[in-house]
């Protein structure tokens, strides 16, 4: 049996008299027998402080982002214990108790110790927020590391960054020469946040408290730092009679960043919830929005909604108004992307209707969502006609979106056309919102490799629109997730069955995944934007050619070009990947004008052809960069690490370009001044 054993010398442990082998020295040591110095620090934005409702708040983010650094300090604590034996004999004493370093701003800490040499030591740390000017417990009793538990009543636990907290543990052997390094803590929790995509719209009542309470899953009670096994209680199918309350102010949003810039969206709640070692815990929860004590809404999220330890699960959807519908993406480290498509346990029922079409004008006009779905299944008929040679030619017909479209609950059959009919869209300043696609659908792409030695088919031109070809203006994307389901492995479908994401795709993958086939089509997009943008797929080499607004764009030729197009919060997995664009095959002339791209986020399986703007050139001949912005903000992360990746584009605007990179021609295009 593993034994855990306290040596009590009390404060004497700052002394070498008390025990000879081991001292805590609250300042730095040399390099030389048994000394080791290491630093501390938490993963985290460093420059990203603020005070409350600060324009730099994220609810994506933790408490290192969006305390209020006025009113609370970081604290660390640092204790160390010896290693004796192994296996399961091993034995832990404690050697140096708990040193606490109280920061008053975000800061990486030092912490230089003089132990014995040729021995192995378990380091732990616990870091936390204490009230300023404090060093004493707030939210969490750490009197115990091997038993770390909760302060807070439940009723206190809601919409409160300061709940965050950070630890580490690590067995490190000390040689004679002594050692230097760092740690970086990551969260024992799993963050949870609901964001509505319905705020204020039609002027309807708002709530500002709520109230959840969890069942049918674990509510994780404490934490055993030094070993990282946390404890939990199993709650009942029936409901919890835990109910955990949290409050907003009407007037003015908590956080500025991320899902928050949406007119419409708002971070509603945020909770921390201890989650297990290595792996997925499913959790179901009953929430309800009041104003006051008037009741708003209330849903019942009665699907396993997986959590992980330093992951953040997001509900997001129309909760505040009648038939609510939510999507549940789910980011390791708070960066990574896995997206819970709504349809898989809160389905809508769409009732395809045609909409009216002018002939005298050969336009469509769409006023509802079932308008909308009626163009996967008929697009090919409503642009295009049997010309005489009994061959089917455009007709030049527009589509006008003459209201916003909320996709809210459904697995959209992206829109895609067999040839290369052109048509125009014009979305008059309307947002298409919350789609989301988990590959089942899509136009099979048949790839050949080896002189067609090997030949593979996929499920591709995933997107809105999975292919393009023609004009597209004035159109919001905006909540877009495709392919979210890969990964998530708690997952089940209604009837209670694992759920295989073994074969999702995400290839020509975008808003609109496939566009400019060639020299001789048109494709041109003017005042296109997209934010808050997830492409994420199953593992392996089929996760290409994705972008925040276009996953692939052909050959050009003079026809094909971008102008005043943006994206911002974008985030992908693949390779081939570009914050606007994937990849641009190139070679006759493209032109991308008046575009920028801002806060992307990147996780790569390859090392080159990504960046925040365009993805890879595959012949940069002709094409042009003019007046365009690069983003200011991009993280380019390890697929499998999650953790910021030693990566850097060929070129700002570009991660690679395979010929004639020369050849293209940047004009103007400079970041401001922030």
Not at 243 to 272: C, F, M, P, W
Not at 370 to 386: K, R
Not at 497 to 513: L, M, Q, R, T
Not at 518 to 539: D, G, L, P
Request: glycine content about 10%; overall charge negative.
């Amino acid at each position: 049996m593993k034994r855990i054993s306290n040596l009590m010398c009390g404060l004497c442990l700052l002394f070498a008299a008390c025990q000879s082998e081991d001292a805590f020295i609250d300042s730095p040591v040399a390099s030389g027998e048994g000394n080791v110095n290491f630093m501390v620090s938490v993963p985290e934005v460093l420059e990203t402080t603020r005070a409350t409702l600060g324009k730099s708040s994220n609810s994506a983010r933790g408490g290192i982002t969006n305390v209020d650094f006025t009113k609370y300090d970081l604290r660390y604590q640092l204790a160390v214990y010896r290693v004796d034996g192994e296996g399961e004999s091993v034995t832990y004493t404690q050697v140096i108790s708990p040193q606490r370093k109280i920061v008053d701003n975000y800061q990486s800490v030092n912490y230089s110790l003089r132990l014995t040499p040729n021995r192995t030591y378990r380091f732990v740390v616990w870091a936390d927020f204490v009230m300023q000017g404090t060093d004493t417990d707030l939210h969490y009793d750490t009197g115990s590391f091997e038993n770390i538990t909760c302060k807070d009543e439940v009723d206190e636990q809601l919409n409160d960054e300061s709940r965050d907290a950070y630890f580490i543990t690590e067995e490190v052997a000390v040689g004679a020469d002594g050692i230097m390094k760092d740690f970086v803590l990551k969260r024992p929790f799993a963050k949870i946040r609901i964001v509505t995509t319905d705020w204020n719209i039609g002027k309807l009542e708002m709530p500002d408290n709520f109230k959840i309470s969890y069942y049918g899953c674990k509510r994780f009670s404490s934490i055993n730092v030094l070993t990282g096994i946390s404890e939990s209680e199993d709650l009942g199918e029936s409901g919890s009679t835990l109910v955990y309350s949290g409050s907003i102010d009407k007037e003015e949003k908590e956080y500025a960043d991320n899902y928050d810039q949406g007119e419409h969206n708002r971070t509603l709640v945020v909770d921390y919830l201890m989650a297990d070692l290595n792996e997925q815990t499913p959790i179901h929860f009953t929430f309800e929005a009041l104003d006051g004590a008037v009741p708003i809404s209330s849903h019942n999220l009665n699907t396993d909604i997986p959590i992980q330890r330093n992951w953040l699960t997001t509900v997001i959807g129309n909760i505040l108004t009648t038939d609510a519908q939510f999507t549940i993406s789910i980011d390791e480290n708070f960066e990574n992307d896995w997206i819970e498509g709504e349809e898989w346990w809160n389905t809508e029922i769409l009732t395809p209707k045609e909409p009216r079409y002018d002939e005298a004008t050969k336009t469509y006009r769409i006023y509802t969502k079932d308008e909308f779905a009626w163009l996967p299944d008929h697009i090919l008929d409503m642009v295009t006609e049997v010309n005489d040679a009994g061959n089917r030619v455009s007709k030049g017909v527009t589509i006008l979106l003459e209201n916003d479209i909320d996709m809210s609950g459904i697995e959209w059959k992206p829109i895609y056309t067999s040839g290369e009919p052109t048509y125009t869209v014009d979305g008059q300043g309307h947002v298409l919102r919350n789609f989301s696609m988990n590959g089942k659908f899509g136009a099979v792409y048949e790839y050949s490799a080896l002189g067609g030695l090997i030949k593979l088919k996929y499920n591709a031109y995933t997107g809105v629109w999975g292919k393009f070809e023609g004009v597209m203006k004035n159109l919001i994307f905006e909540n877009i997730t495709i392919n979210g389901l890969a990964n998530d492995e708690v997952h089940t479908d209604v009837e209670g069955n694992p759920i295989d994401h073994s074969k999702e795709y995400a290839y020509f993958a975008g808003c609109i995944g496939y566009t400019g086939a060639n020299y001789s089509t048109t494709a041109q997009f003017e005042n296109v934007h997209a934010k808050h943008i997830h492409v994420k797929a199953s593992t392996g080499l089929t996760t290409q050619n994705i972008g925040g607004l276009i996953g692939w764009i052909g050959v050009g030729g003079g026809a094909t070009w971008m102008d005043n197009c943006s994206v911002n919060d974008v985030h992908l997995t693949g390779y081939q990947a570009g914050g606007l664009v994937g990849q641009i095959v190139g070679g006759r002339g493209i032109a991308i004008k008046n575009c920028l791209s801002e806060n992307v986020y990147i996780r790569m399986r390859s090392r080159s052809g990504i960046s925040g703007f365009v993805g890879q050139y595959n012949d940069g001949a002709g094409s042009r960069i003019e007046n365009c912005v690069y983003p200011t903000y991009v993280e380019y992360l390890d697929d499998k690490e999650g953790a910021i990746a030693e990566y850097a584009p060929e070129n700002n605007f570009f991660g690679r370009c395979t010929k004639n990179e020369d050849k293209i021609v940047i004009i103007s295009s400079e970041v401001p001044e922030p």
